[in-house]
T-cell receptor, first 114, second 108 residues
Framework: DAMVIQNPRYQVTQFGKPVTLSCSQT?????MYWYQQKSSQAPKLLFH???????NEADTPDNFQSRRPNTSFCFLDIRSPGLGDAAMYLC?????????????FGPGTRLTVT | GQNIDQPTEMTATEGAIVQINCTYQ??????LFWYQQHAGEAPTFLSY????GLEEKGRFSSFLSRSKGYSYLLLKELQMKDSASYLC?????????FGKGNQVVVIP
């Protein structure tokens, strides 16, 4: 029944140690997004894929990368996590990027950096 | 760019009505969404407005005035489970930006 799945739900990594978060979807949506959300703040869009086209936000640090090997899966790679990267990472999908194309969110992965 | 402003927190009693406001500035407006987010969970879609006026969906209604850059979400017959953050998200030039959310605390 789950539509947008994120694994793991909780991830602990060490300062500077690369980490990968994963997202999969059963909705067959064209667009997949990665957001970073810190406590009491708005979700901040890092990047999105429209099919295979990658769209990076201008202020997303180079430390954050993404891969989408197929329609169903999308990964967020953090090359050298810093303490400031501790946050909830939300994956979302949508049919398109216009009008009423609502986004469906996964449950999120809470990242802790030690 | 886009700018979205929401009040941060409000408390209301079970059974009451609460109105959550959102003001925004954007170019190329093409829709406004409301999402509900419980603590530690993902946002879930509540409503979508693209034309001026009121959209009603059960206990939740959402209003939009494009000329004023203003929307509100109305929650009726409040229940304890409605305690959550309510996020306003505005699509402008096909880019969606979220507000920080308004934390609603429902008390018995």
């Amino acid at each position: 029944d789950a539509m947008v799945i994120q694994n793991p739900r909780y991830q602990v990594t060490q300062f500077g140690k690369p980490v990968t978060l994963s997202c999969s979807q059963t909705l067959n949506h064209n667009v997949m997004y990665w957001y970073q959300q810190k406590s009491s703040q708005a979700p901040k869009l890092l990047f999105h894929y429209y099919d295979k086209d990658f769209n990076n936000e201008a202020d997303t640090p180079d430390n954050f990368q993404s891969r989408r090997p197929n329609t169903s899966f999308c990964f967020l790679d953090i090359r050298s996590p810093g303490l400031g990267d501790a946050a909830m990472y939300l994956c979302a999908t949508s049919r398109g990027t216009s009008g009423g194309d609502e986004q469906y969110f996964g449950p999120g992965t809470r990242l802790t950096v030690t | 760019g886009q700018n979205i402003d929401q009040p941060t927190e409000m408390t209301a009693t079970e059974g009451a009505i609460v109105q959550i406001n959102c003001t925004y500035q954007t170019s190329g407006f093409n829709g406004l969404f409301w999402y509900q987010q419980h603590a530690g969970e993902a946002p879930t879609f509540l409503s979508y407005n693209v034309l001026d006026g009121l959209e009603e969906k059960g206990r939740f209604s959402s209003f939009l005035s494009r000329s004023k850059g203003y929307s509100y979400l109305l929650l009726k017959e409040l229940q304890m489970k409605d305690s959550a953050s309510y996020l306003c998200a505005v699509r402008g030039n096909n880019r969606l930006a979220f507000g920080k959310g308004n934390q609603v605390v429902v008390i018995p």
